[in-house]
């Protein structure tokens, strides 16, 4: 049901339902990974290890099936040095710092502190 309304409200349709719910959702599953990331960064003695390993397998996740398309390959090879050098400028300012000091102050306080700090953050 709720697909057949999304689906209904991505047709066309000029609402803000969508929005709302798009946003509610989004907020529900960042609330939950605050939550399991504030357990897995307790299990690890060095948080940046952890964001290191969890981001880490995220990204092989997302890029292995594309490097098996032959049109995803195609653009990689088109990317000159410099295009490829402000990919990784924009992996280490926009994920991997930001990730390795939220994990930090996970470590270091609990998820219901941190849990409105990264919601109030997002929605700046």
């Known amino acids: 049901m709720a697909v057949r309304y999304l689906a209904h409200e991505a047709g066309g349709l000029r609402s803000g339902t969508l929005g709302y719910v798009l946003a509610v959702a989004a907020a529900c599953i960042s609330g939950l990974f605050v939550f399991v990331n504030s357990l897995g960064v307790r299990a690890f003695a060095d948080p940046v290890l952890y964001t290191t390993l969890k981001d880490g397998l995220a990204g092989l996740v997302l890029l292995v099936p594309l490097c098996f398309s032959a049109g995803w390959r195609a653009e990689y090879r088109r990317l000159d040095v ?9 992996a280490l300012t926009g994920g991997s710092v930001p990730f390795a000091l939220f994990y930090a102050g996970l470590q270091v306080t609990t998820a219901a502190t941190v849990g409105p700090l990264s919601c109030s953050q997002s929605t700046s």
């Open 82 to 90: 410099r295009t490829w050098v402000w990919l990784v400028a924009l």
